[in-house]
Structures are given as C-alpha cells and as structure tokens.
C-alpha cells in the first residue's frame, strides 16, 4: 500500500459554516478519504462562515482530486482553492545568484568592476592557473545535462530536466557548500555535448555530468576526461557506485561475510551498473555476474557495446548462463539497478542465509521490501520511506568539496573508493546493525568526511606525479 508522501502535499482553502466542529469535520474528512493531515489553520472568519488553509500529504496528484471531492460533498462545504506545494517550492526557480562582496560605495564598484577589475584580468591572463585562485571557478561546478535519461522520467529533454538539475545544485550548496549550476543543453549529439562542455570549462572548477543516457553518456565522460584539465564525474554512474560499496561495507559487517567471498548478482548493466561493478571489483569483489534484459553477461556474448562487453569478460568467471531468477539461487548479494517488480520474495527465499538486498529502482524497487526482509538479513532500496535508503546525495557534495580543496585536475578510482569507504566509516560500530549500515543523508559527518579522504588522496597523487589519466576506463 502506498502511504501519503510530502512530495504531494497538497493545501486546500475550504469555505465552511461557522461551528464548534468546523475543523474538527474537515479533518476527519480528509483522513476518511486517506491522506494525512498536516495542519489546520483559519485564514478568515465571519459571523456565518470561516474560511480554513487544510494542509494534507497525499498519495499522488490523482488523491489530491479525490480529498477534494471529499470535501466539496459535505454540507455547506467548499473547497474555494488546491495549492500543491511541490509546485510552489518551485515557482521561479530553486536557486539564485548573490554577490559574495560588499557593493555599496564608488570604491567598493572600482575594485570588483571597472577600472579595478583589469588588473585582475591581465594577471590570469599572464598566469592562467589563478583563474582557480581569482574568480569562482575555485568553487564552481557545471551540472551539465542533456535530459535523456532523467530519474523515473527518461527521456523528458534539458528543459523539462532543468528542475531536477536545479535541485542538485541546490543540493551542492546545501551540503557541501560547493557553488554549481544547471547547465541544461539542447542537443543530444555526443560531439556537441563534448565541444559545448569544453567552450564552458574555464568558468568551472569542475564537471557533474546528469542523466545522460547510456552508452553516450561513457564516451562523453571519457572524452571530457581526456580533454579537460578539471574533474569530471558523471554521477549517475559514479556517485551510485560508491553509496552502494559504501552500504555493502557495512552490510557485510552485519551479516560477518567478507567481501571477496560472496557471490554477488547486479541487476542492469547500464551506466549505474557498470560502475558498480568496477567499484567492487576495485575494493576486491571476485565474485560478480551481471544481468541485462536478455540474462546473464558471460563470455563470448555480444551485447551490443564496449562496456558490457568489458563486464561479459571481466566477470562471471563461472560462464553461468541463466536467467536473473536462477542467478539468485545461492547468492549472496543481489544489487539492482534496473527495473520495478522483477523479482519477489521468494526469489529472495533462495539466497544465502545472510542475504543483502540492495533494490534500488525508483521510485518502484525490484522486489519488496518488506517481501524480501522476510528472508533477507539486510535490505536496501533508493527509497526515503524505507531503511538503508542508497542516495547520492552522500556521495557527490563532499566528492566535489574535496577536488575543489586540492584544486584536483582529474578523479582516480582510488578517490571513488576512498569515498565509500569514508562513508561507511561514519557509522560507528555501536550504531551499525541491519536496518542502518549507511548514514542518513542530513547528517553533516559525511560530507566533511568524503572531502577529507578524496582531498587527502588527490594531494597524494599530486605529491606522487599520478596523471590519473587510468580513472574509470574500460
């Protein structure tokens, strides 16, 4: 059963008949018709009549009619207006622009503009590396999107995908306070997109590729790699991968396996589940085999592309050909990526004892939670309303906010792996056990902790002359 979420809360300003029970009314109806009451307040009142903002989390837009509905059927009851508050929150945009010095005095417009600011511009054009040092790239991330394969939406295009970018941004700044902007772009042309970055990249200290959709969003990753002198992390490949080895580290530690003894199933094998894999197979995982549509990825299989290619040879070392239901007999941990409803819990039932379950479709997971707790001893899923929620949001803040510090120039796998390993450090062994082997996303430890690790190991590869050039290749 779905239950009523925040992001459907609806407020409905209601026309009643002045009585003791006015409100009372209202909210029992609104509970009767199944959403959750989460204020009541009397915006006017007459001698006859009061007029009250009801404030409900609803299952999903279609609810809100039926409250509505709900209301407007009582006697002398109605709803004058629904506001959603989603919508609201969103109303001109999530982000702005604010100078960061005073600008109040002539003297204060000749230093940060004109004639001062000349001065500035002719020492990074003399000395191109304090651009870093003089001006907002120090601290800038570009979001970069070509909105093909937002979250849960697919290919929805770069304005439609502006609100989601926007967001993280948001996100950025909230939890690392690292400066980033949506850059939505308008084209789906792989060569474009390259070029397009490239152009931007001076105002930037770094590079947050977004829900671009696979296998073009490998190849511009790559690219913009090999080509670009600041960091470029797509994090929907990246940021996923290290939340998972993150939450694995200490599922593991629940349930007293070793990570390079478990036999591991990935469901998708698309860009999360590529870079999942090498994440594992980086912190020791030897036993992994990846499905797609068509089953298991084995040896001498052509699947179409580089990169599964790469995982059809680097992994499954046992040739195991069956499906992703006939997988699960006998793993030890199942990761998906991939869709809804493709398994259930007794497909679960035939893991090992000890079973982790990372189900991290959104907003549907691949089996049920609750189903899959029967017989699982760790549960996961991508979802806030369950425990173990796997969220990037504990992966990329503090990943950019250590680049930015060391004024890295590119990302190893080494810096993906001490990021995870940073996070699932700070739960503490007196906090760990099944329903909580990965921090919660407002806790303020992570992110210090992230930039901290992935700092100290970009100044070790500075210090040690690493180009870093190998990071996330095929």
């Not at 869709?339 to 259930?344: D, Q």
């Not at 819990?345 to 479709?361: C, E, P, R, W």
Request: hydrophobic share 45%; charged share 20%; aromatic share 4%.
């Amino acid at each position: 059963m779905t239950l009523p979420s925040p992001s459907y809360t609806i407020t409905l300003r209601v026309e009643v008949p002045a009585s003791q029970r006015a409100t009372s009314t209202l909210v029992g109806a609104v509970a009767e018709a199944g959403a959750a009451v989460m204020g009541v307040d009397i915006a006017h009142s007459t001698t006859t009549k009061l007029i009250v903002d009801v404030t409900c989390d609803t299952v999903d837009a279609e609810h809100g009619d039926r409250v509505v509905a709900a209301l407007n059927a009582l006697e002398g009851v109605q709803v004058l207006k629904m506001s959603d508050s989603t919508f609201l929150m969103h109303l001109g945009g999530k982000l702005e622009v604010t100078p960061k010095v005073p600008l109040k005095t002539r003297r204060d417009l000749s230093r940060a503009y004109t004639p001062g600011v000349a001065r500035v511009c002719l020492a990074i054009a003399e000395k191109p590396e304090d651009a870093r040092r003089l001006t907002i790239k120090r601290n800038t991330v570009a979001v970069v999107t070509d909105g093909t394969a937002v979250l849960g939406l697919g290919d929805i295009g770069p304005a439609a995908a502006l609100p989601v970018m926007e967001g993280k941004a948001a996100l950025f700044k909230q939890f690392a306070n690292v400066d980033a902007w949506p850059v939505c772009l308008d084209t789906k042309d792989t060569e474009e997109i390259i070029a397009i970055v490239k152009a931007l990249a001076p105002v930037y200290g770094g590079v947050n590729l977004e829900d671009i959709s696979a296998p073009r969003c490998f190849e511009i990753e790559a690219r913009l790699r090999e080509e670009l002198d600041i960091p470029v992390f797509h994090d929907d490949q990246h940021g996923t991968a290290i939340v998972v080895l993150a939450a694995l580290i200490n599922a593991l530690k629940v349930v007293d396996k070793k990570l390079e003894d478990v036999r591991i199933v990935v469901s998708g094998v698309g860009a999360a589940g590529s870079a999942i894999i090498k994440l594992l197979m980086r912190q020791g995982a030897r036993h992994i085999i990846g499905f797609g549509r068509q089953g298991a990825l084995h040896r001498g299989a052509t699947n179409g592309d580089e990169y599964r290619n790469w995982i059809s040879e680097n992994t499954n070392a046992e040739g195991f050909t069956g499906s992703l239901q006939e997988g699960l007999v006998g793993a030890d941990v199942f990761i998906g990526v991939s869709a809804g409803n493709i398994l259930t819990g007794q497909d679960v039932a035939k893991m090992n004892d000890g079973a982790i379950v990372f189900a991290l479709a959104n907003p549907t997971p691949e089996v049920d939670p609750i189903e899959a707790g029967m017989t699982a001893a760790v549960v996961a899923t991508g979802r806030s309303d369950y425990p173990n929620q796997i969220n990037n949001v504990l992966a990329f803040p503090g990943l950019f906010r250590g680049l930015l510090d060391a004024g890295a120039s590119v990302i190893s796998d080494e810096m993906l792996r001490v990021a995870a390993v940073a996070i699932a450090e700070v739960v503490s062994p007196d906090e760990l056990n099944s329903a909580f082997v990965i921090p919660g996303v407002f806790d303020h430890r992570v992110a210090e902790a992230v930039a901290e690790a992935v700092k100290a190991e970009a100044e070790r590869g500075l210090a040690e002359g690493a180009s870093g050039r190998e990071a996330l290749r095929v």
